[in-house]
């Protein structure tokens, strides 16, 4: 199975930049996704993006779309986060995780990176 670490966060303040990696160890098929979700204190895990193995197609949550930038390099097996524009409510523990194409819902996901720290002060 895929095993995945996150990097990158940090604290920054509001309108602000990070860049998140994400760096997979064993295989992502081309039938894969590789997601960003993100979870606050007391809230779900929510979905934020993801980008698609086979032809890297991606999908924005709309609370995300047009401030962050999902993509990936194939030859080291890593997905970025460009975060711009960042807001106090994106502060988050961000997490990747592979699963089915096209995937949003969290269940759906088999593997997850143990997840970094995004704090956005205002």
């Known amino acids: 199975q895929v095993q995945l670490e996150e990097s990158g966060g940090g604290l920054v303040q509001a309108g602000g930049s990070l860049r998140l990696s994400c760096a997979a160890s064993g295989r992502i098929f081309v039938n894969n996704t590789v997601a960003w979700f993100r979870q606050a204190p007391g809230k779900e895990r929510e979905f934020a993006a993801h980008i698609n193995w086979s032809d890297g197609s991606t999908y924005y949550a709309v609370s995300v779309k047009g401030r962050f930038t999902i993509s990936r390099d194939n030859a080291k097996k890593t997905v970025y986060l460009q975060m711009n524009r960042l807001k106090p409510e994106d502060t988050a523990v961000y997490y990747c995780?592979?699963?089915?194409?096209?995937?949003?819902?969290?269940?759906?996901?088999?593997?997850w990176g143990q997840g970094t720290q995004v704090t956005v002060s205002s």
């Open positions: 995780a592979v699963g089915p194409r096209w995937a949003r819902d969290p269940r759906s996901f088999d593997a």
